[in-house]
């Protein structure tokens, strides 16, 4: 199954402007990221970041978002790096069954205990690359779930996404944009954004068909379907 991805339902995209937006060049990583960038992927896996994560708000966009697409999150649904289930308990209401994953211990403990009707496991992204294609009819990505990554780490992500959906299925999420502001608020970790506006090429390059995106705010949010 999957939600078919129809224009004249799809928000319009606001046009962001030039206004605060980084300089593409000025956004490649530099060393200091790659060291935060470990400091941070080691902390998390010994755990540390839950009582920040282990919250129940929402972005206004996510939440639109999950119920204009509710028909295409009722199957088995796949959650990128869950957390401490700031948006497990929104789709625990949507989905036929549920599986989270993150890195850190101790919010998969979390999860697991919070939310038993779903199932959660501790991975990297990189070990999806060790599951079953074709396994789940949706998969969501919360706010800034993969902004961690490199842009090669990213792609591999995308593809195997793109491999473990079933014909038909949609990858759902949000992120932020590259903004001064929010770029300022990730001054001590890790920031590294996709382009929104390179995001349907890349999906695309990953394997999937139809994608729309729209800007709320200091973020963008897509949702791209692997053709059936």
Request: glycine share 10%; aromatic share 8%.
């Amino acid at each position: 199954m999957g939600e078919t991805i129809d224009d004249s339902n799809a928000a319009s995209t606001p046009d962001v402007g030039s206004s605060g937006r980084i300089d593409p060049a000025a956004g490649a990583r530099t060393a200091r990221e790659d060291a935060q960038r470990r400091d941070m992927m080691s902390t998390l896996e010994r755990g540390g970041f839950l009582r920040d994560w282990a919250t129940t708000w929402q972005h206004e966009g996510e939440r639109v978002l999950l119920e204009r697409l509710r028909d295409g999150l009722r199957g088995d649904v796949l959650e990128l790096a869950s957390g401490g289930g700031r948006l497990t308990r929104r789709l625990i209401e949507i989905a036929g069954s549920l599986h989270g994953f993150d890195i850190a211990p101790d919010m998969v403990a979390y999860c697991q205990e919070t939310f038993p009707s779903a199932t959660f496991s501790q991975l990297e992204y990189s070990g999806l690359s060790r599951w079953d294609g074709e396994s789940w009819d949706a998969v969501c990505s919360g706010c800034n779930s993969f902004d961690v990554l490199t842009d090669e780490e990213r792609n591999a992500l995308f593809g195997n996404v793109a491999r473990l959906l079933r014909p038909g299925g949609i990858f759902v999420g949000q992120d932020s944009l590259d903004l001064e502001p929010i770029r300022a608020a990730h001054d001590d970790d890790t920031f590294t954004p996709v382009d929104p506006d390179q995001m349907k090429d890349r999906l695309a390059a990953a394997g999937f068909g139809a994608t729309k995106t729209d800007v709320v705010g200091f973020h963008f949010r897509f949702v791209s379907q692997k053709p059936g």
